[in-house]
């Protein structure tokens, strides 16, 4: 039987055991995708106190696309990441993160999230424009 790499087959030829096998190769092949695809990505000021995240603005974004003609948190594109809760990340992307006027850009690496790049409000120009250079976004 041919490996699962190289299949091309017509399923009405194999044999009960056959398929049983390419059943099982299968499912090893979707077990090892999703093994370790993810990284828990939590917010900096995830365990400060409500006052603080009440009185502070705070987000974070999984990043899909940065727009570098804006100037604000609306350049960076994504999805809102919760700031109070632990969240599942897959690796090889990027996260924005922002707490009242810092804001920092990590790497989802294989086994931990790299902060890659910080600034802060007043320079929101400056760091958009170096984290789609970094990001390539």
């Known amino acids: 039987m041919q490996k699962l ?3 091309i087959v017509n399923f009405n ?7 049983q096998q390419l059943k099982q190769e299968v499912v090893e092949h979707i077990n090892a995708k999703r093994e370790n695809k993810q990284v828990i990505y939590v917010h900096d000021c995830c365990y400060s106190s409500n006052y603080h995240r009440g009185k502070y603005k705070h987000f974070a974004k999984l990043l899909t696309s940065i727009d570098d003609t804006k100037t604000n948190g609306f350049a960076f594109n994504g999805k809102f990441l919760k700031v109070d809760k632990e969240n599942l990340v897959e690796k090889e992307n990027y996260v ?17 999230i790299n ?3 910080e600034g802060n409000s007043r320079q929101y120009v400056s760091f958009i424009r170096e984290a789609k250079r970094l990001t390539g976004l």
């Open 115 to 117: 902060l890659i790049l």
């Open 13 to 19: 030829e194999l044999t009960i055991e056959e398929l």
């Open 5 to 7: 790499n190289d299949i």
């Open 96 to 112: 924005v993160e922002v707490c009242n006027c810092s804001i920092r850009l990590y790497k989802v690496e294989e086994d931990s």
